[in-house]
């Protein structure tokens, strides 16, 4: 879903609505444990409280969506597990039907984001998992976005700074297994095509190196020397990445031994119901 949509609602007026069996209480209002199915499709099995769905319970939406989990007077509120139509899930937290606190989002691609949330999105402190690469970001989020002082952590080397809107900026650092680190900054210039000047700029991501120095307290990998050397060098030749446009699926990040790590969240992934990046 977009990041200012409401999560999949269920239905509110749990009263006279579709069928119901179980206990009710002196004003004959479902109260206790009961099964109901509603005019929609949906169904609820679970505690019931003066005609509201409170305590725990599963509720199974027509369109094969599914919540398990505590309700407090009709809304998801507590701990609970939303399964999604395009098979996402999210485990954690949730304020007034909204993902908010702590919680783990699994994505259609098996990428993982364990972490705080607020309104659905991203915010706070979490980690990012690649599934495709084993890949992580470790680091602050606001408003689903990276933002912040934040790692980028990969096989052999991490990246080490701050991000601004998803993307790395001003100064910061990778470290290498090999007991090195080249300190450097990112610059962000944006360039415009004078035959199509109603195309958006081109904003390009230039790492510019300022040294390679030991790494302090960095425990190096077992390496020969030749090996060690030329990871050395590499140390020293880390490229600039370019962001062609802000709104492609994703950013190529060209690192050290031919490796590309997509920096940004595959956002072919929830869909456009419960997407919250």
């Known amino acids: 879903m977009a990041d200012d949509e409401e999560e999949v609602g269920e239905e509110e007026n749990t009263n006279n609505l579709g069928s119901y069996e179980g206990d009710r209480n002196e004003k004959n209002e479902r109260h206790g444990f009961g099964k109901a199915t509603l005019p929609n499709g949906d169904t609820y099995e679970g505690q019931y409280q003066n005609g509201k769905r409170h305590g725990t319970g599963t509720y199974r939406f027509s369109n094969t969506a599914r919540y398990i989990g505590d309700y407090v007077k009709n809304k998801r509120h507590g701990k609970g597990i939303f399964y999604y139509p395009d098979g996402s899930k999210y485990d954690g937290d949730w304020n007034e039907n909204v993902r908010e606190g702590y919680g783990t989002y699994t994505y259609p691609n098996n990428d993982t984001y364990e972490g705080e949330w607020k309104n659905h999105q991203r915010h706070g402190k979490g980690t990012y998992t690649y599934a495709a690469t084993k890949a992580q970001y470790i680091g602050t989020w ?10 980028l952590q990969f096989n052999r080397y991490r990246y080490v700074g701050k ?13 290498f297994k090999n007991g090195y680190q080249q300190n450097g900054e990112y610059h962000i210039t944006s360039t415009t095509t004078e035959d199509d000047s109603e195309a958006p700029p081109e904003v390009q991501y230039k790492w510019i190196a300022h040294d390679v120095v030991p790494t302090e307290q960095e425990q190096p990998y077992d390496l020969d020397d030749e090996q060690a050397e030329t990871d050395r060098t590499q140390a020293a030749c880390v490229s600039a990445f370019i962001v062609e446009r802000f709104d492609k699926p994703g950013v190529k990040f060209p690192l050290p031994n031919n490796d590309v790590m997509l920096l940004v969240p595959n956002t072919n992934g929830p869909n456009k119901e419960i997407q919250s990046l």
């Open 163 to 175: 991000f601004r809107e998803n993307y790395p900026k001003g100064k910061g650092k990778f470290v």
């Open 142 to 151: 606001i408003n689903g976005k990276r933002q912040g002082p934040g790692e």
